[in-house]
């Protein structure tokens, strides 16, 4: 009739049977009607609760996730929010991270946010977001690094932020390692009504998120039976959890009431994350994970290189699908379902492939390094030293974006080339890949001449009629020229043989490419 989780926790496991969930105590093969205990077999009793007695069943779903619901529709007024926002390490794309904020869907005039900056790094960005948002939310209150705050110490603060101000219904704690992509994610929060819940995301390609499912003896991450099922959605619903992280939802109410200390981010070694869920599990407040939604996802921020002047273009092996978000054009996946490729000259193919953002920050780069070869024959920098047909270029290897280079090239162009020249697969592999610069006081122009390529590509990285006058490249054997290259567009034709072409010349301002010599 009864099993104790105390001693027996490996013993006692959970049997789903006709649409039903029962506790099954392995030893004694029996089904026991009541479930014991105390102490740290909680968590175990808690996960067990997720299931029993209707909590959820393969057949059913998730029997409890729609009591007790708020509909915010039906009240008066929305309740306030208050936003803590923590940037605790250097973090790619932190600019969308802070744009997305003014994207939430929730009435702004109920939203405050409170924002601790660590990083001198992320100043400049902090400083742009706020003369956007001081215009949509307030009060918005920073804390820089200036503060020296400790990481605890800052969470502490941001959230008595809220406790302390009667008025605040709920406080949003958010790390800006999180990518929020459902614009709801704070209404469907706050509709589940639970004194702490979060949202799960995870990273990308793995299984790595922002819950445990499980504790170790000694309190640390275990994983769960349900934990794999969880994050891949093969279980949905509203999960009762021992820890969460990176992004949570608070009641104001049980911050005043059941969560009265001020030192809730603090305990003994523990890091802050990890505190706050035992300081909170230990004050009776359980800690919900809800998967009902697609979220968004967690980025990896460890080996963020802030050396370079615009430092997410490095980030294509860390966070691809943020880096394919902010880099490639928009229409890019147009080119295999709507055949939006178009042929202006015999055999050389222009397709859409750089965001405005890619070919800006690419150019910034350039200029910021600023080591522009001249345009002369004798060049170091290549096998031989001599270049036949100079350019006044800057090479990606020489600003350390080679291996960046080439993995795009692999990932973007290949799929590109196999579709325009079917039958060749290529090993996106290239020797000489380079920005480079006309302008009418240095290089004009180019003359005509061959690529040492199979096939090679170029990018047009700014507007003409804008930012330049003149410019395009004539291929000789067609009489064929492309006098308007559009920003963030690229050619690709044959390099050898049959395409002889040139750089037509430039009368005004300054035009920018990008060149890749493909499977020399």
Known sequence: MLSTCLWAADEVHLKFDEGRARVRNSV?????????????????????????????????????????????????????????????????????????????????????????????????????FWEKAKKIITPIKIVGPEENLSQADARNMGMDVCRQNKECDYYFSLDTDVVLTNQKTLIHLIEQNRKMIAPLVTRHGKLWSNFWGALSADGYYARSEDYVDIVQGNRVGVWNVPYVANIYLIKG???????????????????????????????????????????????????????????????????????????????????????????????????????????????????????????????????????????????????GLDSVWLHFIREFIAPVTLKVFAGYYTKGYALLNFVVKYSPDRQRSLRPHHDSSTFTINIALNKVGEDFQGGGCKFLRYNCSIESPRKGWSFMHPGRLTHLHEGLPILKGTRYIAVSFIDP
């Open 28 to 128: 004694y093969d029996t089904l026991p009607a009541t479930l014991h205990g105390n102490g740290p077999t909680k968590v175990s009793l808690n996960y067990f609760g997720n299931y029993i007695p209707n909590g959820w069943t393969r057949e059913t779903g998730c029997g409890a996730c729609d009591r007790g619901l708020i509909n915010l529709s039906t009240l008066k007024e929305n309740p306030k929010v208050t936003i803590g926002v923590f940037i605790e390490q250097p973090t790619p794309f932190l600019p969308k991270f802070l744009d997305r904020l003014l994207t939430l869907e929730y009435p702004k005039e109920k939203l405050s946010l409170f924002i601790h900056n660590n990083e001198v790094y992320h100043e400049k960005h902090i400083k742009k």
């Open 253 to 399: 109410e049980t911050l005043r009431s059941e969560m009265k200390e001020r030192n809730y981010f603090s305990r003994d070694r523990l890091d802050p994350d990890m505190a706050l869920c035992r300081n909170t599990r230990e004050m009776g407040v359980f800690l919900y994970i809800t998967n009902r939604h697609e979220f968004g996802r967690l980025l990896s921020t460890a080996n963020y290189n802030t050396s370079h002047y615009n430092n997410d273009l490095w980030q294509i092996f860390e966070n691809p699908v943020d880096w394919k978000e902010t880099y490639i054009n928009p229409n890019y996946s147009k080119i295999f379902t709507e055949n939006i490729v178009e042929q202006p000259c015999p055999d050389v193919f222009w397709f859409p492939i750089f965001s405005e953002t890619a070919c800006d920050e690419l150019v910034q780069e350039m200029e910021h390094y600023g080591q522009w070869s001249g345009g002369k024959h004798h060049d170091s920098r290549i096998s031989g030293g001599y270049e036949n047909v100079p350019t006044d270029d800057i090479h990606m290897k020489q600003v």
